[in-house]
């Protein structure tokens, strides 16, 4: 053999070898990720769907059902994971050029996760949700013998005559905007053209749907942060209201056990029921605030607060300068390559310090996102629940993660965030070349963020203030009772916290006697 055809026959190999090892890679990130989305949907899922106690078909169409959830959770995570992980991969191999147990780690392997994604994306979004859908509400056609088989042909056809309209009306919306000969002749190219503008009309409904989530999500994580960690207080003495919640608890419960009235309380034991559980939740979090180290009490939650503010100041920040470079400089705009050269230059004029924080930012986004989807009075009703999600619920919340996630990319390199520029079929959509469309999206999210993070702020700023004062003000000289019964008042007036016993109190008449 002569050594040319040895050389070639080298270089194939090589290649040869590197297309296993990257299809042995992706094969193996995806297993972890579906083993991964399994035990999430599982730990959500109603269990009595998947039972054969009723029925045996419907357990068996639902298990496959679950299975496609669980594929397209899966996929729904890796966009997710997909910018970080090409991120990190560029300053890995910035980092050791030459080290040869990361010689896996190329531009090769990271052009065909992104590939991967885009094609599972549109299997899931076009035909595998809407399939589950239609599957587990099918039963066969009528006269049919009934059956799995029965199913899928029902499934089939419903799924065959929905992308029939979903593909006409794909072929009106771009014969209308695209009126010249070549758009026309685009149009009978269904893998070529077809799915990329589905999914770029798909992508740009995600990206609109990030920017109104987003913001919202953004001020209700401050909510639930201080929900979830210990608020210091102004002004405040836990054992002092700790001892008269305690006091309030125990004159409820001992109004209720007596169950009589007086001359002054009409009583109502369902309303005092209610109350009594009310007083009760609230001394619980008391006793907890109240256990909680100093440390915890007093640098934990505004470290958290420093934090949810200094990572939404820093995404403000870089949108206005990326509006300033959309204004002067045409290379700002969010464009699409087919060749991934990484560990050439990093992403981040800061070099690893900026690559890491571009991540966290990312997560960051994608996280409020998410929250505020669920806190949405549109979507609220998706939120799962411990053991208790129906599998339409499932499907419903699949999808919608999916759209957030394979959106989130777009997002994030048309806002500025990351100087990663969109790989493979992801650049090809034909809004991100317009400059209204990503100027406009960009000073409506610093806005809109700029916006609800003011208006959160200073409410939360005000309602602390006028709470702290408000109890202050209110522990001084006040009274309960009734006139014609003097004792009462003064054995109740101590407590400053009576006032807040929510009792329907209604005076004697004058002509009344003494309790």
Same mark, same amino acid.
């Given at each position: 053999m002569?050594?040319?055809?040895q050389?070639?026959?080298a270089?194939?190999e090589?290649?040869?070898?590197?297309r296993?090892?990257?299809?042995?890679i992706?094969?193996?990130?995806?297993?972890?990720?579906?083993?991964l989305?399994?035990?999430?949907?599982?730990?959500?899922?109603?269990?009595?769907?998947f039972?054969a106690?009723?029925?045996?078909?419907?357990?068996?169409?639902?298990?496959i059902?679950?299975?496609?959830?669980?594929?397209?959770?899966?996929?729904?995570?890796?966009?997710?994971?997909?910018?970080p992980?090409?991120?990190?991969?560029n300053e890995?191999?910035l980092?050791?050029?030459?080290?040869y147990?990361?010689?896996?780690?190329n531009?090769?392997?990271?052009?065909?996760?992104w590939?991967?994604?885009?094609?599972?994306?549109?299997?899931?979004?076009?035909?595998?949700?809407?399939?589950a859908?239609?599957f587990t509400?099918?039963?066969g056609f009528?006269?049919?013998?009934?059956?799995?088989?029965?199913?899928?042909y029902?499934?089939?056809?419903?799924l065959?005559?929905?992308t029939?309209?979903?593909?006409g009306m794909?072929?009106?919306?771009?014969?209308?905007?695209?009126?010249d000969?070549?758009?026309r002749?685009?149009?009978?190219?269904?893998?070529?053209?077809?799915?990329?503008?589905?999914?770029s009309?798909?992508?740009?409904f995600?990206?609109?749907?990030?920017l109104?989530?987003?913001?919202?999500g953004?001020?209700?994580?401050f909510?639930v942060?201080?929900?979830?960690?210990?608020k210091?207080r102004?002004?405040?003495d836990l054992?002092e209201?700790l001892?008269?919640?305690?006091?309030?608890?125990?004159?409820v419960s001992?109004?209720?056990?007596?169950g009589?009235?007086?001359?002054?309380?009409?009583l109502?034991?369902?309303?005092?029921?209610?109350?009594?559980?009310?007083?009760?939740?609230?001394?619980?979090?008391?006793?907890?605030?109240?256990?909680?180290?100093p440390?915890?009490?007093?640098?934990?939650?505004?470290?958290?607060?420093?934090?949810l503010?200094?990572?939404?100041?820093?995404?403000?920040?870089?949108?206005?300068f990326?509006?300033?470079e959309?204004?002067?400089d045409?290379?700002?705009?969010?464009?699409?390559?087919?060749?991934?050269s990484?560990?050439q230059?990093?992403f981040?004029?800061? !070099?690893?310090? $900026?690559?890491? &924080?571009?991540?966290? +930012?990312?997560?960051? /986004?994608? %996280?409020?996102s998410?929250?505020?989807f669920?806190s949405?009075?549109?979507?609220?009703?998706?939120?799962?629940e411990r053991?208790?999600t129906?599998?339409?619920?499932?499907?419903g919340?699949?999808v919608?993660?999916?759209?957030?996630?394979?959106?989130?990319?777009?997002?994030?390199?048309?806002?500025?965030?990351?100087?990663?520029d969109?790989l493979?079929?992801?650049?090809r959509?034909?809004?991100?070349?317009n400059f209204?469309?990503v100027?406009?999206?960009?000073?409506?999210?610093?806005g809109?963020t700029?916006?609800?993070?003011?208006?959160r702020?200073s409410?939360?700023v005000?309602?602390?203030l006028?709470?702290?004062?408000?109890?202050?003000m !209110?522990t001084? $000289?006040?009274l &309960?009772?009734c006139? +014609?019964?003097?004792? /009462?008042? %003064?054995t109740?007036?101590?407590?400053?916290?009576?006032?807040?016993?929510?009792?329907?109190?209604?005076?004697?008449?004058?002509?009344?006697?003494?309790?």
């Amino acid at each position: 053999m002569a050594p040319v055809e040895q050389d070639v026959l080298a270089v194939r190999e090589q290649l040869f070898h590197e297309r296993v090892r990257e299809c042995i890679i992706c094969a193996l990130l995806f297993a972890s990720l579906y083993i991964l989305c399994h035990f999430i949907i599982t730990h959500f899922k109603k269990h009595t769907d998947f039972t054969a106690v009723h029925d045996d078909e419907d357990a068996a169409v639902n298990r496959i059902a679950l299975g496609l959830c669980t594929f397209t959770l899966a996929v729904a995570l890796g966009a997710v994971l997909l910018l970080p992980f090409s991120i990190i991969s560029n300053e890995v191999l910035l980092s050791f050029p030459q080290n040869y147990y990361i010689q896996w780690l190329n531009g090769s392997l990271i052009h065909g996760l992104w590939n991967l994604v885009f094609l599972f994306s549109n299997m899931s979004l076009v035909f595998l949700m809407p399939f589950a859908y239609f599957f587990t509400e099918s039963e066969g056609f009528a006269g049919s013998k009934k059956g799995i088989m029965a199913r899928v042909y029902e499934t089939s056809v419903v799924l065959l005559l929905l992308t029939l309209l979903v593909l006409g009306m794909v072929w009106v919306a771009s014969a209308i905007v695209g009126n010249d000969a070549a758009s026309r002749q685009s149009l009978y190219d269904l893998w070529e053209y077809y799915l990329p503008y589905l999914y770029s009309c798909i992508s740009l409904f995600g990206v609109l749907l990030l920017l109104l989530c987003t913001p919202f999500g953004l001020s209700t994580m401050f909510t639930v942060t201080g929900k979830l960690l210990v608020k210091p207080r102004l002004l405040e003495d836990l054992d002092e209201q700790l001892s008269c919640t305690r006091f309030e608890e125990a004159a409820v419960s001992h109004r209720i056990r007596s169950g009589k009235a007086s001359c002054w309380l009409n009583l109502d034991m369902e309303m005092l029921r209610e109350q009594f559980f009310a007083i009760r939740s609230k001394r619980r979090k008391l006793e907890l605030r109240h256990r909680a180290s100093p440390w915890q009490r007093n640098l934990g939650y505004p470290l958290a607060m420093l934090g949810l503010l200094a990572l939404t100041g820093i995404s403000v920040l870089i949108v206005c300068f990326h509006v300033l470079e959309l204004l002067l400089d045409d290379a700002a705009m969010p464009r699409g390559i087919q060749d991934a050269s990484l560990g050439q230059v990093s992403f981040s004029i800061f !070099g690893s310090f $900026g690559a890491a &924080l571009q991540v966290v +930012l990312i997560f960051y /986004l994608m %996280l409020s996102s998410v929250v505020g989807f669920y806190s949405s009075p549109l979507f609220t009703r998706l939120l799962p629940e411990r053991q208790g999600t129906p599998l339409t619920k499932i499907i419903g919340n699949c999808v919608s993660l999916l759209v957030l996630s394979s959106a989130l990319p777009v997002f994030s390199r048309t806002l500025g965030i990351t100087r990663f520029d969109l790989l493979g079929d992801f650049g090809r959509f034909n809004w991100l070349g317009n400059f209204y469309i990503v100027f406009l999206y960009n000073m409506g999210f610093a806005g809109l963020t700029t916006l609800c993070l003011v208006k959160r702020v200073s409410w939360a700023v005000q309602a602390e203030l006028i709470r702290a004062f408000g109890e202050d003000m !209110g522990t001084q $000289g006040w009274l &309960l009772g009734c006139p +014609l019964c003097p004792s /009462l008042a %003064l054995t109740l007036s101590p407590c400053p916290g009576l006032h807040k016993l929510p009792l329907p109190v209604t005076r004697c008449r004058t002509h009344s006697k003494p309790c």
